[in-house]
């Protein structure tokens, strides 16, 4: 009998893999379980470093990069569990944590998936939940929001504590149940890189099952290493998958699909002609605001052209 089956998606972060499989291994003790290792097509030796480490885990190695939700289905569709934990493979777990999330699963028959709380590498706390995105907070500038709505949409970090239902938790350690999975259906694939697990609690919800953040339990996360020397290409993911999230949510068609491309395309102009204004007047002198004009830059262009794959994260 299998209780959970991890599944690790990986696209060239060798190292990292290796560290968060043995932290998997170090960890796990009370819990029966089985891991599937996703690789998107990766050229720095991951499949093979992996192969001769761990010659039982299964290797699922795709030649390109099918994007996250591809890329997971494919093992959620062989797993073996009765639960399904997706796993970065930049987290390294702490003692008991999966155990302790079966757990928390098994005594709470409502509970469809649930979520640790996030570390830095240095032990503070990252942001693991969050709200259900809204059209007019995502497409528009933060101080917008607060003259629309007399500054009543202020955001403030929830402190959690103890186990508590929320919207959303981030990807990056998602434990899911496997009878949930069967209702509400797989991962998304028409979202290639984020907002897929904000589409699965999404439905998940829908479904009738709770998402619960369990804020006792941690474990490391040391976030977007696969796409950090891509930057500019990841934004385009986030943006493109933003306005399929609206599309699919609010059931927008024909010519009301556009509204948010056209309330995104109007942030970015705005958003670039400041950043170009404080650029012109410090000289392109400051760091910061040098690559936040980039970054608009980028991403008005990306409108422009009628958002190209081709300016996204490589398939």
């Given at each position: ?5 991890i ?16 932290s ?28 001769d ?10 030649t ?21 934990v ?6 390294v ?54 003259l629309?709505t007399?500054?009543?949409?202020r955001k ?45 609690c ?16 941690e ?28 599309r ?15 309330l ?33 830059g ?18």
């Amino acid at each position: 009998m299998v209780d959970i089956s991890i599944i690790i998606i990986n696209w060239n972060t060798k190292q990292l893999l290796l560290d968060c499989m043995a932290s998997v291994y170090d960890t796990v003790h009370k819990a029966a379980f089985e891991i599937f290792v996703v690789d998107n097509g990766s050229t720095d030796g991951s499949v093979r470093s992996l192969a001769d480490k761990y010659p039982d885990v299964t290797i699922i190695a795709n030649t390109r990069n099918e994007g996250f939700a591809k890329a997971n289905n494919a093992a959620l569709r062989r797993m073996a569990g009765e639960y399904a934990v997706l796993l970065n493979s930049d987290t390294v777990l702490k003692e008991h944590a999966l155990d302790r999330m079966l757990a928390f699963m098994k005594a709470h028959p409502r509970a469809g998936l649930c979520g640790p709380q996030l570390l830095f590498g240095d032990g503070s706390r990252q942001t693991s939940t969050g709200a259900f995105p809204e059209l007019l907070s995502e497409l528009t500038s933060a101080s917008m929001v607060r003259l629309i709505t007399s500054g009543k949409r202020r955001k403030h970090k929830p402190v959690f504590s103890g186990p508590t239902p929320v919207d959303f938790i981030i990807g990056a350690c998602m434990f899911v149940r496997k009878a949930a999975i069967d209702i509400a259906g797989l991962l998304d694939e028409d979202y290639f890189f984020f907002y897929e697990e904000i589409d699965w609690c999404y439905r998940l919800n829908k479904a009738g099952w709770l998402i619960y953040h369990l804020p006792d339990i941690e474990i490391y996360h040391f976030g977007g290493q696969s796409t950090r020397n891509i930057n500019l290409k990841a934004r385009v993911e986030s943006w493109r998958s933003r306005y399929l999230y609206f599309r699919k949510t609010l059931h927008l068609d024909g010519i009301r699909a556009k509204g948010p491309v056209v309330l995104g395309l109007a942030q970015t102009a705005v958003r670039l002609s400041g950043y170009t204004l404080m650029n012109l007047l410090t000289l392109f002198m400051a760091g910061r605001l040098r690559r936040r004009w980039l970054m608009f830059g980028y991403l008005f262009l990306w409108h422009l052209r009628g958002q190209p794959v081709s300016m996204g994260l490589p398939r």
